[in-house]
Every structure is written in structure tokens, then in C-alpha cells.
């Protein structure tokens, strides 16, 4: 992918208080890693499509119906205390008991009322629900998965063969499709599964096999990142994800990182 003219806010240097001013620096190289949903893309409509139908559809076996509008609105209130997969079913299941779940403490407790039995089956009816959705209306499955804007032109800015990877608790597969789909190349073998491994553990695993002196983690779960002690690793919250207003409250518990400022990392790490 070839790289477009220089960013106007790069012309006029650093302003972004996540950098604190740092001037560009092309050394020591960074692995920069990536989360998928909530970071690259928006997926909340997918995510509430998809779990509504393993949920009712395949779980309950209930009549195909209409999902109602405030489904979708506490949908997207709770998306924000996903952990993995099947917790998207673990949603629809609050908002059909009519829960009041308002923190990740109250999310996580709901989540672990299922079994782990029935939360095997939560992620292999999401996963089917997701499968069927795509095979059986592609085009409209990608529609669902919308690209920041800001992310495709980070991308666009991104030089060939850029060391970046994509670490997402989202079957590689289906992260393929979407950057396939809107025409974003990562390297071969670069959209890692985090599955079970803790991201900060996963992240310094592969800075050390790919032998990078640093590396950048972008997520949207603060869970994920704000217990990091790890001075190899520097770790964002993606202000643009499926964040709670209280993540952004200042003192913020982690660095971080808004669109703008993200581009500037990019321009920092790649330019050439
Ligand atoms: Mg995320």
C-alpha cells in the first residue's frame, strides 16, 4: 500500500498530549498491536445481530421477531464490559431478564450465573448465528462491520510490510473478511486469537519472539491494559471504542488515546 502525502497536523509537528511533545523517532522499531472491535472497527451492530439471533433464535428457540429498539440501545450501553465472545450472548441474556447491570463487577457476575457448559454453547450458537449471517448475505455482513475513518487512513499512511498486528478475541477468519473487504493488508500470520492468554501477556510474548525492543497495545477493554507494569510495553485506551465516560474521566487510569492522536503514532512509528 503506497503512502500518502504527509498529514497537515504532522506538517505543523506534535500537539497531542499522549506523545507529551516527543519528536519523531524511527528508532528503536515498535510492534504495534491492535485490538479489532473498538479500535479498527465498529461491530456493534454485527455483535447485537448475531448474538440476538443465538440468543433467541438458536438458544431459546424462540419465533424470528423484530428485535426492539431498546434491546439495541441497553445492547450498546453493556457492550463495553465484553470480554470475549460468548459475553455478547451473556448481554442478550441480562436484557431479557430485565437486569440492572450497570458496572463490570454486575457484568461479570451475570456472566459466570451461566456454566461453563452453557457458556460453550453461548459461543458456539454466536458463532454459528455470525457463520450463517455471512455466508448467507455477505454484503450485508460487511455492512455491519464499519472501519473507523480514521483507522483506514492510518492504514492507507501504514508503509508495506509495517510491523503491525491485529490481537482480537475474534476468530482470525472473520477480521480477515472485514479488512479484506475494505481493502486494509496485514502481513501473513499478523491477526492473532488472544482466546484465554491475558492481551498484556500475549503482547509481550510476541515482542520477545519477533525480538522488537518495544511495543504499543490500542484497546478499548480497560481491563486489558491498566494493570500493566511492563516499561517494554506501552499501552492506549482507544477513546473512539466501546468505552464508559468514567475510563475517560482525568485522572484517566490509563493512558489516552484519541483519533488524532493515534494517527500521530502512526506518522511517529512509520514514517519514512
Ligand atoms: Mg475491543
Redesign the pocket.
Known sequence: MGRAPPLPFFQRGFSCSVLGGMEPHRNPPTALVL?????ICDSVEECFVSSWTAYHILFRKEPAAEAPPAARHAFSRLRPFIRTGEDFVVIQDIIARGDAVSDQKGFDAAARRASADTRRLFRDLFYQARTTLLERDRQAWLGLNRIYPHMAAAFARMPRGAPVWILSTKKPRFVAEVLAANGISVREGHILASEDEPKLSAVEGLREREGFPGAILV???IDAIKGNTNPRIRVFLATW??VKEEWLEEPAAVPLLKPEGFLELVEAEFAR
Open positions: 485490538d479489532f472491535d473498538g479500535v484497546e478499548d477493554q471504542g466501546y
